[in-house]
Structure formats: C-alpha cells, structure tokens
C-alpha cells in the first residue's frame, strides 16, 4: 500500500517555464514532508521540505506547497533550468517512531 | 564537512553470495538509514540506526541485517544474494533521528 504517491512519472517543461511537481499521501498522521533531487549516479540531495503547520515554503527558485485537506502537496520551480532536470522524490513522515516513506519519483526534463 | 560517503561504489557478486557494504556518516551525525532502490520502486526502507541501536526495520526478508558502530560508522549485510538484490544501495545520516537526512552516492550493486 502506497503511501505516498507522485502519479507523473515523467515531465517535460520548457527553460524558463514553471516546472509543478505533485505528490499525494494518504497517512493522516504525516506532518512533515521533504523534497530530494537525484541526478543519474549520485545519491539524492536534500532540496525542501515543509511542516504541516505551514501551508507554504519557499526557497530561492523552489517553493512547496502544502493541501492538508486534500493531502497533497507540490513543488514549484521557477524558472526551469536544464540543470534541473533530474528525478524529484517526494517524502513524508510523522512525528512518532516511524521512517521516512519515499514516493516512486517524478523524471523532471527541462528542455532548452 | 565531507558528505556521506560509502564504500565500494560498484559491485559485482554472483547468486548465493554474502555482501558487506559499509557507510561512513557525516561528522557529528548519529543517525543513518539504509534504503534500497530499484528501477521504479523509488525508495524502499531497510533500516534505521541510531547510537548503535537498530530503531527501525523494512519490510525486507532477514538476508538483510546491519550495524552500526561506537563512531557511527554503519555497515549492511546481504547473505545468500538473489538475481532480485540487484540495485542501488543508499545510506543517509542525519544529526538525530526525525531530522533531515542527508545521502551518500550509494553502492551499486549487480547479482549474476
């Protein structure tokens, strides 16, 4: 059973544009929630992450937004880069004894 | 401070086989958890150490243990290896638990 999901594997976005990442949980208790961006041969890098008492973070080009109703959140990127291509995970966790789930992953081009 | 770093890189074993890998966390951090990724399942949890104490354990069958030492130091084990172990092994270290995790490069693993 998935507890995160990220439905787009793929996405392609011109330079310049807005690159919209969604991820979606169904774990109620999760209350915190990360972005990591994996180039091919590196392990993942720490991008953004947001607490659900906020509804909104942002950080330089990268801004996350939190739906605690609808469980959902996104990652916005603005504006696209090439160097920005690369796989988006999204991840969760609660505030008990519990891992980090991670979502499947999102293949994000951005193209010149 | 030096990132995650873990050795080896690559590795090639053949089925029924043992592996070690092993990954050394960033300075201070006591922290680590291992994850299993394979292409399209994102990222799957194995384990979670904190000050030499395992605090949490994946869904995986009991092929797969781990440790971790008095310097933080963590090393995984795969015993009796199968085609299926083929993968990308991640270790990621934080300060404390429920903090920001931070990942290595990862081990790359190919059963034949």
């Known amino acids: 059973d998935q507890q995160v999901k990220q439905n787009s594997p793929s996405l392609s976005v011109q330079e310049g544009r807005i690159s919209i990442l969604n991820c979606d949980y169904t774990n109620s208790m999760f209350d915190y929630f990360l972005w990591y961006k994996k180039y091919p041969a590196e392990g993942p890098t720490f991008l953004i992450s947001i607490s659900s008492i906020k509804d909104k973070n942002e950080d330089g080009r990268f801004t996350v937004f939190l739906n605690k109703s609808a469980k959902h959140l996104s990652l916005h990127i603005v504006p696209s880069q090439p160097g920005d291509s690369a796989v988006y995970f999204c991840a969760a966790r609660d505030s008990g004894n519990t891992p980090l789930v991670f979502g499947k992953g999102t293949r994000l081009s951005v193209i010149a | 401070k030096a990132g995650v770093t873990q050795t080896p890189r690559y590795l090639i074993k053949t089925r029924g086989q043992q592996v070690t890998l092993s990954c050394s966390p960033i300075?201070?951090?006591?922290?680590v958890s291992w994850y299993q990724q394979t292409p399209g399942q994102g990222l799957q949890f194995l384990f979670e150490?904190?000050?030499?104490?395992?605090?949490n354990k994946g869904n995986f069958p009991g092929r797969f243990s781990g440790r971790q030492f008095s310097n933080s130091r963590s090393e995984m084990n795969v015993s009796t290896l199968e085609l299926g172990d083929s993968a990308l092994y991640l270790c990621?270290?934080?300060?404390?638990?429920?903090?920001?995790?931070?990942f290595g490069p990862g081990t790359r693993l190919l059963v034949l």
């Open positions: 990621a270290s934080s300060p404390n638990v429920q903090e920001t995790q931070y």
């Open positions: 150490y904190f000050s030499e104490t395992q605090r």
């Open positions: 300075s201070g951090h006591r922290s």
